[in-house]
């Protein structure tokens, strides 16, 4: 969820990632690759992915019948995504009860602010209990228990016995909380200055270390399949992951004693994949082809983090349809995805392709330039698809704004930080309404800012030349106080109020101090970018990946 602001403060960490991509099938085609045969039919149940949405999705052991190496499976891509949407952080706004017997359930460390996220996995729970898996053999870490921080992340694990006489195994379902995280989003742009992606190597560790101990307590032995699986922030995590156990394998180690598996035998189905990884690791390798990524080059959160700082991601890349990608058929592939996707419940306008380039107009004076909708026209020359200028701003604020990945780390990442943990800590709902309102804020007040920012730097700042440093970083500090307001305004509409006001002024003043830094350097595509914020979110939204697979899997025609 998210994505406009996804984009917005990690535009300054991002850049275009050329990755190999395998088509998916036309909408229409109806033929079965070779691993999607099946003996039997699959099971249809029924999945929620917040407290009341709901959807359906398919299950049948057969998915898992051939080599996980044999090809991206659509059906059982469809049925990773509805798990890995399963698995979003629930609160219970209601949970603020007696709390004096958790440490006896086996809840101690947990305190009484932590009530309402206490049975957040519920929804993991279910599914993986319909899917065959008894509620004994489901576990899951402490952070699904506690209300997320801005480094922690929520894993969750059960198997359950397939296969028949000699081919019997143990499936193991490995699920990475990639929604409802709130302040976890302040992991997802720690870079960091060397190595992989810090935030979601972090993740990734806590995450193997999870798995190891479960297979322990578990005592799982023999043969054994993992199915592994995660959406966005845990779609990075699911990736990073996978991509140790094939590398431990091929070394000749397991993740845990007794166990018998090959890289035929790991199932990573990852989506909306930010790219977490090192290029420099062979991220192709053949030891990799089990992991699948599922991206829309519309998402700018698959642009997290910069091919320019050397990242990418592990695994194949399976690239949704566009009007980029596929000119001659989309029309008609979007046609049975939005018979899809208008059905689901939270599902909205589909605005990704209304998408229109935009630029300053400096001819229309003074008065006009007051007003931050005059103060925008169409952009009909340059008129890029939202793909393709998600890619081109990727490219050219990496290459021309940040060129080191340390300049990113010793100058934003803190900021971005600060910034997520007033955004993004609250629910999935409260996040998209106060990210509509500062768009809309920015749309309605943009050229007051600029005006704002001139006055005070510009005309103000000459006539304190000789004065201290700190009365000069003052005046803009006021220029960005407009920008504090409007994170203000959107956090009241969204219905916030647990927030700190010296926090929000705070968080607005970051915003304010990248927005300029970003608006500087091309303010076309700045203001481009502000203006489509519904649509370039709603690129992001986890239900619009689902409608798209749901349209060409098998099962939902």
Sequence with gaps: MGGFLAFLISVATIGLHAAAAIPLPAAADTSLTAAETRAEEPLQLSFFYDDKASAICYFTPDYFSDSALSGFHPSLATMSLALAMSSFGVKEESAEDDVTDWPEKGNAGITASDAAYR??????????????IEEENIAFNEWYKKKPSTDSIGVIAGHRRMGEGD????????????????????GNFTVGAS???????VAKESTYAFLKEYLREQKIAGKVKFWITGYSRGAAVANLLAARMDKEWENGQMIAPGLTYSLEDIYAYCFE?????????????????????????????????????????????????????????????KAAMLSIYRKLPTAGNYQVDDFQMKKLDLSIGFRGFLDGEKLIKDDTEENLTQGEFLSRYATLISFAYLRKRANYAGTYEDEIREICSVVFGCTDEQSRVLLNELINQ??????????????????????????KKERREALEDEAFSEISGWLLAAVE?????????????AAGKDLGDLALALLTRNPSYFITLVYNGKGIAEAHYPELCFAWLASMDENYR
Excluded: C
Aim: no cysteine; charged share 20%.
């Design 195 to 201: 190595g992989g992606h810090a935030g979601f190597e």
């Design 442 to 467: 920015s749309v309605r007040h943009m050229g007051r800012f600029l005006v704002k920012y001139v006055y005070n730097v510009g005309i103000r700042g000459l006539w304190v030349t000789n004065w």
């Design 273 to 333: 994949t930010p790219a977490g990884a090192l290029k420099k690791n062979a991220l192709d390798a053949p030891r990799y082809q089990n992991i699948y990524n599922v991206l829309n080059p519309n998402d700018p959160t698959i642009y997290v983090a910069p091919a320019f700082f050397g990242f990418g991601r592990y695994g194949s890349s399976i690239i949704l349809p566009t009007k980029d990608s596929d000119p001659e058929d989309y029309e008609a592939k």
């Design 493 to 505: 509409k969204a219905g916030i109020t647990w927030y700190d006001e010296a926090l929000i002024d």
């Design 119 to 132: 049975n957040s996995f519920r929804n993991v729970k279910n599914l993986l209990m319909d899917i065959g």
């Design 167 to 186: 081919e019997t195994y143990e499936l193991i379902a490995v699920v990475v909380r990639g929604g409802g995280y709130e302040q976890e989003w302040a």
